[in-house]
Nanobody, 121 residues
């Protein structure tokens, strides 16, 4: 099992910044990718950004230039720095980790519980 502990959500005014963190722990061989998804009320969940342990990143078009994902492989932690926040960024942000199982039998994705980000206009 893998546990993902998220922190850093909250309420911020438009134009402000927040930093999300997600730490992975548990039994696995290695992490392949960690990232963040978000889901706003009435909308489908969407990928915000993800990063491989090698540092390759992917961003949703809507956050490019405003959000930065980074990781600390030694701490098994991923960060999402969110700048120039907009009301449309309001959503529940969930951390995800794609790991190689401890016995190397395959990959599995794990999810955190989610953290609320609210951007007021």
């Amino acid at each position: 099992q893998v546990q993902l502990v998220e922190s850093g959500g909250g309420l911020v005014q438009a134009g402000g910044s927040l930093r999300l963190s997600c730490a992975a722990s548990g039994s696995y061989y290695r992490i392949i990718t960690m990232g963040w998804y978000r889901q706003a009320p009435g909308k489908q969940r969407e990928l915000v950004a993800d990063i491989t342990t090698g540092g390759t990143t992917t961003y949703a078009d809507s956050v490019k230039g405003r959000f930065t994902i980074s990781n600390d492989n030694a701490k098994n932690t991923v960060y999402l720095q969110m700048n120039s926040l907009k009301p449309e960024d309001t959503a529940v942000y969930s951390c995800t980790a794609d790991v190689l199982r401890f016995d190397r039998s395959g990959q599995r994705a794990y999810w955190g519980q989610g953290t609320q980000v609210t951007v007021s206009s």
